[in-house]
């Protein structure tokens, strides 16, 4: 049984910073890709970032990059989003999701597990 467990969410100022994380059990970590995902109240489940299998490759939504980093410890099977320049509009509950395969994935559609979610409050 695959589980991710998201930690590390919080209340923050906007210009500050936060590490979000999450652990993934029941199977290679290394062989999946992981991927970032928030929502919004009232809005749809938006992509955020996501990294490779191997770490190699990442991918992150316009709307944050340049402003946060997605990273992964394969060692440690955990994947971490540090946030930097927080925004209000950054305000959401932040999904950790593994993927379907080593290879990254923009849409939810490309992920088959999903964590419970962390909440991240950014303050105007």
């Known amino acids: 049984q695959v589980q991710t467990v998201e930690s590390g969410g919080g209340l923050v100022q906007a210009g500050g910073s936060l590490r979000v994380s999450c652990a993934a059990s029941g199977r290679t970590f290394s062989s999946y890709a992981m991927g970032w995902f928030r929502q919004a109240p009232g809005k749809e489940r938006e992509f955020v970032a996501a990294?490779?299998?191997?770490?190699?490759?990442?991918n992150y939504a316009t709307s944050v990059k340049g402003r946060f980093t997605i990273s992964r410890d394969n060692a440690k099977n955990t994947v971490y989003l540090q946030m930097n320049s927080l925004k209000p509009e950054d305000t959401a509950v932040y999904y950790c999701?593994?993927?379907?395969?080593?290879?990254?994935?923009?849409?939810?559609?490309?992920?088959?597990?999903w964590g419970q979610g962390t909440r991240v409050t950014v303050s105007a």
């Open positions: 990294i490779s299998g191997s770490g190699g490759i990442t």
């Open positions: 999701a593994t993927g379907r395969g080593p290879f990254i994935a923009t849409t939810p559609g490309g992920y088959n597990y």
